[in-house]
DNA sequence: CAGCGTTTGTTGAACATTCATTCAGTACGG
DNA sequence: CCGTACTGAATGAATGTTCAACAAACGCTG
């Protein structure tokens, strides 16, 4: 009950970007730096939370994980604490950044980086397996844990604020008459639950059906912005710049 | 950090009913049969849940507030991992049972049906901090364990077919053009993530505003069948019987 | 109905295990 | 040869589980 088959899509390593993880250990001296050492158990910590869950995951498991002895954590990081809060401030800094710069390449349109920002959601480099697991393990314990509370809303306040002006923006540009905030709550949302969705991996959900059903909710709440097109969701031409990105099935 | 200002919403008492959990203790002798005895332990489950997390709650803890003593769950349920399977179970079954009460009281009508089901999802049964953060809690710890994902669907294979009959029973109603299947999957997920929001709390994210936002959502993508008016959302007139239900503000 | 043994729910202390943390020692780099 | 990164065994605290003792209900008999 301990293995179950996980990570069949997951991008195999980081950034980091050694292959010595699991590697024979000849050669683990005193190589890498003292950042370095510290993505490294990041990334094994991130690993063990996918694979055992929140409450399984142990010093030793995270330090076998990373091919380093038991006592290897307390040194980089004082305690398990703070380990698992860093991880939690990594991958809240790692999403951040990557739908910021998913916007910053959209261009200036609002329905085009509304767009971006929900195709961002469904990157494999962000909606993987092993992430997306670590997440909701974090979500589980944000509840009661002010810390983590904090850092889980990495859909945080920013986040949020570019979801109402963009809704603000497109809803002015074309009459829908909805209320901007209340349904930048509910599209973010939206992008919250497919991911949980994904996650428990119950039925045949996948990152493929699942931007699918964004974008088929992008087309029913933004008509004049976004357009059903055979099997797929585009943007509809006119408007800014003429954007043909589209749904990929 | 134990004991963040949780339960401001939640209704107290089970349905158990009886109010000698902190009691004295002088009474506390062989009243209670063997099924009241396990639903006072699971309660106590679903309120350690809430307020500690999973990976905090314990037996001793549970025992505690239920006001019986350390030996008393491993005597009921057989372990630790039984009483939370168990307890898992019951939340199941009980929202199971609510979607269905409300899908039943609704009538025949596919618009009243849609709004019934979204609206259960935010009655205050279900829908409190104490509940939300158990389910967040199992959530967390869903990926690693078999049984616990089986369960955690309690948006289950059948909750997700109803919305797929429902949407497509819309949508043949009145030619929206959009695909059931991929949007019950992101109406499901919106009321999962709102769920999500609802329970991390930041922002200003109420039971009201989400429910808000869903409805907004419902207006958007079924327009024929409902409108906006002033600041609520509700069931268009002119089809089925006139229901004015609305959201409440 | 009293007396009495049996069953059943309950207790709390003892036990075993798991795990985070500590730290004295080791080895590599500069 | 000094300092820093690292090791791994020891330690102690926390916690799930067991169990022998206990007490309340129940049933039986006289």
Known sequence: MNTPPLDDEAPKTSRTGETDRKGEGERRGRKASKEQRRQQLIEATIDSLARRGYSETTMADVA???GLSRGIVNFHFESKEKLLVATLQYMA???????RSALARAGEDPADRLWALVAADFDR?????RKLAAWCA?????????????LCGARDQAYQQVFVDLC??????AGYGFEPGAMALALSA???GLWLRLMLGTENVTRETSFQ?????????FPRHFVRDGAGVRRRAGKGHEMTER???
């Not at 800094?93 to 739908?99: G, S, T």
């Not at 059903?213 to 709440?221: G, K, M």
């Open 93 to 99: 800094d790692e999403y951040a950044a990557h739908w």
């Open 213 to 221: 059903a964004a974008a088929e909710l992008l087309a029913s709440v």
């Open 125 to 129: 480099f962000v909606c993987n397996k």
């Open 168 to 173: 603000d923006a497109l809803e002015r540009e």
């Open 190 to 192: 939206t992008l919250e």
């Open 247 to 249: 749904t990929e099935r």
């Open 64 to 66: 076998d994980g990373a």
């Open 138 to 150: 974090f979500w589980g314990e944000a509840k009661s844990r002010p810390t983590y509370q904090a």
